[in-house]
């Protein structure tokens, strides 16, 4: 390998490396004197016991593309990536999916201008819903916090920072379901925060109010009755940051680690993996199957903290309308 491409491929890893330690995916930063080859070795850390790797790089080139870095500059990280990937001897590493989001990147700057990207999630629907919740193991921590989690974000139509933001004093339960306070929304600059009132549901494992108190129940268990809802959960089963590990004292999980965790969900459900499955999924989802099923926008909207008369929300409702409203419906053809 030449030195001019050793160095750039140093640089790389160490962000990328760098970037898992913050989304609490490694517990020690690489040390900033670490050449590639050393770097080659903590990935090497990094993948033992993991099997998604390539949507965690799939999640980083989405954090690249929306920090408006230049295609190019994101191509060769990912081929640092790659070629780290074969050096820990893990042979050679799935990139189907970052490259679907870096061509997707290029043509939304060829369409809208340099440094502009307008991305569409796929909208989990009730039928996506239930087959990520199917395949999460209930019997562990993890599984339980992330049935929580996807039931939670797609009811709430909470975008990601509002649901890692969210603590257990944030829940109320009453006899009509589950009431959560929003304390903070990306659009709300006076934090007046919005009470989301979610009703009891009819399939146990897609029901916001049971999967919500089984994961509370969990966090009791671990001595955890207040703090951030949703929590780290370690290979050992440990709740919260440890010790030496990295992220917010109180170990809550970052918005990054929802979306890494909506993607894992969906590639493990069998989901089509050609589809951009990621954090916001679960807020459009919430979007177009409340529309779906009869929901009046302004309901919606309001439910799921956007503003009245959101051109986005219209946006999401219009790919419905494509179809339950064509005017060519019944004309004969």
């Known amino acids: 390998m030449p030195e001019s491409t050793r160095r750039a491929y140093t640089g790389d890893l160490r962000r990328f490396l760098t970037w898992c330690t913050d989304q609490q995916l490694l517990d020690v930063p690489p040390d900033a004197s670490s050449d590639v080859d050393e770097l080659a070795a ?16 799939t999640e980083y080139v989405n954090t690249l593309a929306d920090a408006g870095r230049a295609p190019a500059t994101i191509e060769r990280a990912l081929a640092a990536i790659a070629a780290a990937h074969r050096a820990a001897g893990a042979g050679p590493l799935p990139t189907e999916g970052p ?3 870096l061509r997707s990147y290029r043509r939304d700057r060829a369409t809208n201008g340099t440094g502009v990207r307008v991305r569409k999630a796929t909208p989990v629907t ?11 193991d209930r019997s562990t921590p993890a599984g339980i916090r992330d049935t929580a989690l996807l039931v939670l974000g797609f009811a709430l139509g909470a975008r990601r920072s509002e649901l890692a933001a969210l603590d257990v004093a944030d829940l109320t339960f009453t ?10 929304a990306k659009t709300d600059h006076d934090s007046v925060g919005r009470t989301a009132a979610l009703p009891w549901g009819t399939h146990p494992h897609t029901c916001p109010v049971r999967t919500t108190q089984a994961w ?3 966090l009791a268990d671990h001595g955890r009755t207040s703090g ?6 370690d290979r050992h089963g440990r709740l919260g940051r440890v010790p030496t590990g990295r992220g917010s004292a109180d170990g809550r999980l970052t918005g ?16 089509d993996h050609h589809s951009a499955w990621s954090g916001h999924s679960l807020r459009r989802g919430f979007a177009t199957e409340t529309y779906r099923a009869g ?7 309001r439910a799921g903290g956007w503003k009245d008369g959101s051109t986005t929300l219209y946006g999401y409702i219009e790919d419905i309308n494509r179809w339950q409203a064509n005017p060519l419906t019944g004309v004969g053809l």
């Open 42 to 57: 903590t990935l090497h850390v990094l993948l033992a016991g993991r099997s998604d790797l390539h949507l965690v790089v």
């Open 99 to 101: 490259r679907a989001v």
């Open 126 to 136: 009730i039928t996506a819903l239930r087959a990520m919740v199917t395949v999460l």
């Open 175 to 184: 006899p009509e379901g589950l009431q959560v306070a929003v304390r903070t």
């Open 216 to 218: 509370l129940t969990t």
């Open 228 to 233: 951030p809802l949703l929590v780290r959960i």
């Open 256 to 271: 990054q680690a929802i979306a890494l965790i909506v993607a894992r969900t969906a590639a493990g459900a069998g989901l």
């Open 295 to 301: 929901a009046d926008p302004l309901r919606i909207a």
